[in-house]
Structure formats: structure tokens, C-alpha cells
């Protein structure tokens, strides 16, 4: 019984560290001096970095762009 208790158990925590950790993100960006910010729902860090990055490049069209991302 105790066996079977621990692979249960250890099967469960296996299950939780491979599972893929979304949240929601914020890219907070100046243009030309002025604030926009972009809300990233449900989505892994890389993912919301990579669109955060596509942020700053697409603002950077029109002038001077900075975007930074935060975990809600």
C-alpha cells in the first residue's frame, strides 16, 4: 500500500513539472515619450517575451521604442 502511495504521489509531482506554466504578462512600452502597454494572456515566458520584442520592434517604426515585460 505504501508503494503504491509513493508512486502515486511521485507520479503526480512528475505530471506538475513537466506541465507547461502559463501566465498572464504586461510589455510595458515608451514611444516617442509616450506610454502604451500590452496585455500577453495565457502564455509561456519565452512566448510573451518573443511578442513583447515584436512590440518594440513594430513601435520602433515610428520613433524611439522601449518595451520591458512584466508577470502579472
Do not use: H, R
Not at 2 to 20: N, P, T
Amino acid at each position: 500500500m505504501k508503494k503504491a502511495l509513493f508512486i502515486g504521489v511521485f507520479g503526480m509531482f512528475g505530471i506538475m513539472a513537466l506541465a507547461s506554466c502559463k501566465k498572464d504578462y504586461t510589455c510595458n512600452c515608451t514611444v516617442n515619450g509616450n506610454e502604451a502597454t500590452l496585455q500577453i494572456k495565457d502564455a509561456k515566458k519565452k512566448d510573451a517575451q518573443d511578442a513583447c520584442d515584436d512590440a518594440e520592434a513594430t513601435y520602433a517604426q515610428a520613433g524611439t521604442a522601449s518595451c520591458t515585460l512584466d508577470a502579472d
